[in-house]
Nanobody, 118 residues
Framework: QVQLVESGGGLVEPGGSLRLTCAAS????????MGWYRQAPGNQREFVAR???????IYADSVKGRFTISRDNAKKTIYLQMNSLKPEDTAAYYC????????????WGQGTQATVSS
């Protein structure tokens, strides 16, 4: 069992920045692929960014060039640096963990709200 706790959400104006944090409880954090997903009211939960156990990264087209995902294995933490924020980035952001060899070993955090508005 892995617990994931997101933080760092808040209210920001268009063009501003936020840094989201996800802290994990597992002792084998380095063996998990990690990612961020988001869900706005009335929408499906959508992929935002992924960072693998070897630190390879993938981004959704909608955030490419604006968002950066990173991980700190010593701190058992991943981050999502969100720059040049747009109103359409407004959503609840969720942290996801998938074991690199066991794809059914997967966990979700509780979410943190990011709101981009004037």
């Amino acid at each position: 069992q892995v617990q994931l706790v997101e933080s760092g959400g808040g209210l920001v104006e268009p063009g501003g920045s936020l840094r989201l944090t996800c802290a994990a409880s597992t002792t084998i954090f380095s063996m998990y692929h990690m990612g961020w997903y988001r869900q706005a009211p009335g929408n499906q939960r959508e992929f935002v960014a992924r960072i693998t156990s070897t630190s390879s990264t993938i981004y959704a087209d909608s955030v490419k060039g604006r968002f950066t995902i990173s991980r700190d294995n010593a701190k058992k933490t991943i981050y999502l640096q969100m720059n040049s924020l747009k109103p359409e980035d407004t959503a609840a952001y969720y942290c996801n963990a998938v074991h690199q060899f066991r794809p059914n070993d997967q966990y979700w955090g509780q979410g943190t709200q990011a709101t981009v508005s004037s």
